[in-house]
Structures are given as C-alpha cells and as structure tokens.
C-alpha cells in the first residue's frame, strides 16, 4: 500500500524566515507525481507545487521549492520569507503515474507564521 | 479560484436524512473525485468517475453514491446519516484520468448531522 508520512503534526516560522516541512513516502513504483496542498483557515484546498518523480531538478514556484530525494523517498517543502498568509495546514501527497489510482495524503503540518 | 464549484457550502441536517451533494468540474476536465476530511484529519478518497464511468474507489461507505451526468457534474448522495458523518465533503477535478493528472479541489461542501 502506498503511504505518505509527514512527521512534524505542527510548526511554527517567524515572519520572513525559511522553514522546511518534511514528507517521505513509501511505494514499489517507480513513476509518480508528488504534490504539497495548503489549506488555509478557509479550508479551501490549494495546489502550491508539483513535482514529476522521473524529474532529478526540483520544483519550484515563487518562494516554495522542493528538495525531493527518490532514492530516500522524501519530498520536503521549503518555504522562504514566510509571510502571514503562509498559516495553514500543508499536505504532502503523491499519485501513481498508472490510471485509475487516486491521490493518497498526508495527515498534515500545520503551520503558523508568526508576526 | 480553482474553477471547480461546489454546492451547497454548508447543510445541515438530522440523522438518517438523506442529502445529495453537487460538483462542477474545472472546463474541460473529465475526471471527478470524491474526497472527505473529517475535523482534524487528513483527506481520505471516496470514489472517481472520468467521463460518466466509476473509475476507482476508496473508502467509500455502501450508504454513500456517486453518479457522473453527460455534463460532466457529479453528484455525491449520502443516505441513512449518521453523526460521524458529519465532515467537509471536497470535489476535485483532473483532465485526465489520474495519470499524473493535477487535481484541483473545489471551496468543499460542510455537513453537519446532528
């Protein structure tokens, strides 16, 4: 069965500092896609960055960036000059490349940007 | 704005009602997907349809349906409820059928039984 961990349940960032939210995950296959959602306190869910597993450069998109290591099964997401409207939670998730197979999540990290 | 709209936002209703949730996908996209995420948990897959045709399914309860029209919307019903299936109920949509496929979720849909 294909699972995503991510071990940090809360974090807290000061304003403009970076922060690094983990995720590994564990699958027999070799071609999927790994993606980081924010759910913000409107509980809206909002893609932030993609990543294609058969991809050895890492995503990025503004101030996320990925550090995703295949071989480790990580897929971290860094987030630079964190500002406030960066709170809320972040689910690592990822999707075999084979049809028919749904997204599995993460339980989440939910982060705080403090002022 | 992700393009996927979900109605309604919030409903409220008694147990062992019966509520039909709606879903419009992103234009163009065929694939819908079905996700509920409990207070404080992460999101667990119901089911997928891609074109109108049941594709994949998850843990979805035998009380709970789905149905995909020629349109393209889908319709999440959910009979006999019960208090724990209170939750916010997410639609995504993809072009494809999942292979590699972003998802994109729709605002999700409040349900509380009391």
């Known amino acids: 069965a294909q699972t995503v961990t991510q071990s940090q349940p809360e974090m807290s960032v000061q304003e403009a500092e970076t922060v690094t939210l983990s995720c590994t995950y564990d699958?027999?296959?070799?071609?999927?896609?790994l993606f980081w959602y924010k759910q913000p306190p409107s509980r809206q869910m909002i893609l932030v960055i993609r990543q294609e597993a058969y991809k050895q450069q890492n995503a990025t998109e503004n101030r996320f960036s990925v550090n995703f290591q295949k071989a480790a099964k990580s897929f971290s997401l860094k987030i630079s000059d964190s500002q406030l409207g960066d709170t809320a939670m972040y689910f690592c998730a990822f999707i075999i490349n084979s049809g028919n197979t749904p997204l599995v999540f993460g339980k989440g990290t939910r982060l705080s940007v403090i002022a | 704005d992700s393009g996927v709209t979900q109605t309604p936002k919030h409903l409220i209703t008694a147990t062992g009602q019966r509520v039909t949730l709606r879903c419009s996908p992103r234009s163009g996209d065929l694939s819908v997907y079905w996700y509920q995420q409990s207070l404080d948990q992460g999101l667990q897959f119901l089911i997928q349809?891609?074109?109108?045709?049941?594709?994949a399914k998850g843990n979805i309860l035998e009380r709970f349906s789905a149905q995909q029209f020629p349109d393209l919307h889908s319709e999440l019903n959910l009979s006999s409820l019960e208090l724990g299936d209170s939750a916010l109920y997410f639609c995504?949509?993809?072009?494809?059928?999942?292979?590699?496929?972003?998802?994109?979720f729709g605002p999700g849909t409040r349900l509380l039984v009391l």
């Open positions: 995504a949509s993809s072009v494809g059928q999942g292979i590699g496929g972003t998802q994109y």
């Open positions: 699958t027999s296959e070799n071609n999927y896609y």
């Open positions: 349809y891609y074109n109108g045709e049941e594709r």
